[in-house]
């Protein structure tokens, strides 16, 4: 146990929809990266917050953005959504920004775009 | 972009084998983290190294930093069933401004 959380676990959209993922911190974690994660595939970065503002940026259209909240939870929002889209998204949190610290990762939500 | 290549990308052993796993970047790293993920869930963090020819362990987990700061390696002695999972390494660009996961080795141990 992580102490990172995600909901929903699963969830199903169709193409052109938009979707949104919710990600509790760990306590004491300020910090918030998400990833995205195809099947038979490592994580890809998506982007990290840092309180609540982007603090950094993965290779992913700027139809994927995020939120973090002051009480350092985090959304990531996808619009349009797109076939390729399926994967399962990971939220991890660390102490602090740096993509060099150590960072905790919920279970993650499945998410399938039909 | 950065592409983390991982061999072998399977491996299948016996109980109480030793495994070797090796990871390769195209650009130095000044971070090596590796990591393991188990189906269903996130990955967990085995083991972090932050310095070129840095050898460290984590129970029967062994893993060194390479000296040319572009490769890292990881051990693990004595398998057990419970380390079957895929191994991923991991690092943040020297950027700071994005992370790679590898493309993943994974361990199946047959009892």
């Known amino acids: 146990e992580t102490g990172v959380t995600q909901s929903p676990t699963h969830l199903i959209k169709t193409r052109g929809q938009q979707v949104t993922l919710r990600c509790s911190s760990q306590?004491?974690?300020?910090?918030v990266s998400w990833y995205q994660q195809a099947l038979g595939q490592g994580p890809q970065f998506i982007f990290q917050?840092?309180?609540?503002?982007?603090?950094g940026r993965g290779n992913f259209p700027p139809r994927f953005s995020g939120l973090q909240f002051p009480n350092y939870s985090s959304e990531l929002n996808v619009n349009a959504l797109e076939l390729d889209d399926s994967a399962l998204y990971l939220c991890?949190?660390?102490?602090?920004?740096?993509?060099?610290?150590?960072?905790?990762f919920g279970a993650g939500t499945r998410l399938s775009v039909l | 972009g950065q592409q983390l290549n991982q061999s072998p990308q399977s491996m299948f052993i016996q109980e109480g084998e030793d495994v070797s796993m090796n990871c390769t970047s195209s650009?130095?790293?000044?971070?090596w983290l590796w990591y393991k993920q188990d189906p269903g869930e996130g990955p967990v963090l085995l083991i972090a190294?932050?310095?070129?020819?840095e050898l460290t362990s984590n129970g029967r987990l062994t893993a060194q930093f390479g000296i040319t700061r572009k490769d890292s390696f990881l051990n693990i002695s004595a398998s057990i069933p419970s380390d079957v999972g895929i191994y991923f390494c991991?690092?943040?660009?020297?950027?700071?401004?994005?992370?790679?996961f590898g493309t993943g080795t994974s361990l199946t141990v047959i009892p």
């Open positions: 991890a949190s660390s102490v602090d920004r740096g993509l060099g610290n150590i960072q905790y």
């Open positions: 190294l932050y310095k070129a020819g």
């Open positions: 991991a690092g943040p660009e020297n950027t700071g401004n994005q992370f790679y």
């Open positions: 306590s004491g974690h300020n910090t």
């Open positions: 917050y840092y309180r609540e503002e982007e603090n």
């Open positions: 650009s130095i790293f000044n971070t």
